[in-house]
């Protein structure tokens, strides 16, 4: 596995594989990575020759400064976790210069799926993340792109824009992976406490009650309004509990057979993401 820290590099390694008829697959992330991250790698088996796996944290995805400073970063720790994989080419790990030059001023927008769920309490990050990817996606010339649906929002709004743009890559969704607990990886779990951490629990499983309830035919405001509750008793803020559909995220019914409940919920600063589907 190659460390390459800029787009000359990375552009140099690319033309090389697209003239020897590679087909790349690019997984884009914001390193400090688990198992979840590794599940995307594992995921472009069969279906990519050459491997990128990018790390980049987007500053102008985050809307709070804090969270940008307090994002968990080790570069060291993350290569040899790739590494160990034997199956990445290309670690890219631009610095900022690599990817905003002076005077950037482009956004790319997708309007709609940007205006809910996780767009309403954090503004602009839509518009961040579909700048990114946009940009990872013309340096890494990635015929295939892998993303979790562990951030579904994120994922829909990724097939829009290569949908609406044109872009000439495929996009390949992976189940959440999950902790024995149920409790889905990701690299903030690492800023909780180890009593936080205990009752991180309670956010998967109060989905899977509600699930189980709203398929028993129970009333969907009803559960949605327990499981709202239960989340605040164990010592959540809860942002959103919300019943859409996983093809266009607009509100549903629990009788639509694209239905996903999707939650976001806080245990002090630290802001956890789940969605389960009801089918
Ligand atoms: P991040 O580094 O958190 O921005 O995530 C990079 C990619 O990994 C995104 O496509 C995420 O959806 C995906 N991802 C993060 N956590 C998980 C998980 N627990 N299971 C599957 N994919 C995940």
């Given at each position: 596995m190659k460390l390459v820290r800029t787009r000359q590099e990375l552009a140099e390694s690319v033309t090389e594989w697209q003239r020897a008829g590679e087909t790349i697959g690019v997984v884009p992330t914001m390193g400090s990575l688990h198992a979840g991250h590794l599940a995307l790698v594992t995921a472009l088996d069969g279906k990519a020759t050459r491997r990128i796996v990018t790390i980049f944290v987007n500053p102008?995805?985050?809307?709070?400064p804090d969270d940008f400073h307090l994002y968990p970063r080790g570069l060291e720790a993350d290569a040899a976790l790739l590494e160990k994989t034997?199956?990445?080419?290309i670690l890219y790990a631009p610095d900022e210069t690599q990817i905003y030059a002076p005077g950037f001023s482009t956004r790319v927008i997708v309007s709609?799926?940007?205006?809910?769920?996780c767009g309403n309490d954090r503004p602009g990050h839509f518009n961040g993340v579909a700048t990114i990817v946009t940009k990872l996606f013309m340096q890494t010339r990635a015929d295939i792109a892998v993303f979790g649906e562990k951030d579904f929002q994120q994922l829909c709004i990724v097939r829009r824009l290569v949908q609406d743009l044109d872009l000439p890559v495929s996009i390949l969704p992976v189940p959440t992976v999950r902790e024995a607990d149920q409790l889905a990886l990701s690299?903030?779990?690492?800023?909780?406490?180890h009593t936080q951490r205990d009752r991180a629990a309670h956010l998967p499983a109060s989905l899977q009650t509600c699930i189980a309830e709203l398929k028993a035919g129970k009333n969907l405001e009803a559960c949605l309004k327990t499981c709202w509750h239960d989340l605040e008793e164990a010592g959540f803020t809860v942002h959103y509990l919300e019943l859409r559909?996983?093809?266009?995220l607009q509100l549903t019914q629990p009788s639509d057979p694209t239905a996903r409940l999707f939650v976001a919920a806080s245990l002090g600063d630290v802001r956890l993401i789940d969605n389960m589907p009801l089918c």
């Open positions: 102008i995805q985050f809307n709070n034997g199956r990445v080419d709609g799926l940007d205006a809910m769920l690299s903030r779990n690492r800023r909780l406490s559909s996983e093809k266009n």
